[in-house]
Nanobody
Framework: QVQLVESGGGLVQDGGSLRLSCAAS????????MGWFRQGPGKEREFVAT????????FYRDSVKGRFTISRDNTKNTVYLQLNNLKPEDTAVYYC????????????????WGQGTQVTVSS
């Protein structure tokens, strides 16, 4: 089992920034690729970003490229998502997830999920 706890969400204005954190415990953190997903009001959950076990490879959905940055610190068992130039359409609950395989944007490949952290961007 891997337990994931997100933090860092909040209310920001259009163009603002936030840094989300996801602390992992349980099994060896570096054995898992990590991903961030989000679910906006009335929307389905969607992929945001993913990072490989080593942190050397990343992949983003097109709408966040150049604005969001995923990173990880395997010594701290934590994955981060830096959100810059936030837009109202980024408003969502953000979830981190752990995948024992390769990086992927498929939610079905992730075995463990956090409880989510709310990000609200006001216009």
């Amino acid at each position: 089992q891997v337990q994931l706890v997100e933090s860092g969400g909040g209310l920001v204005q259009d163009g603002g920034s936030l840094r989300l954190s996801c602390a992992a415990s349980g099994r060896t953190f570096s054995n898992y690729a990590m991903g961030w997903f989000r679910q906006g009001p009335g929307k389905e959950r969607e992929f945001v970003a993913t990072i490989s076990r080593s942190g050397h490879r990343t992949f983003y959905r097109d709408s966040v490229k150049g604005r969001f940055t995923i990173s990880r610190d395997n010594t701290k068992n934590t994955v981060y998502l830096q959100l810059n130039n936030l837009k109202p359409e980024d408003t969502a609950v953000y979830y981190c997830a752990a995948d024992p395989g390769r990086i992927t944007d498929l939610a079905s490949e992730y075995d463990y999920w956090g409880q989510g952290t709310q990000v609200t961007v006001s216009s």
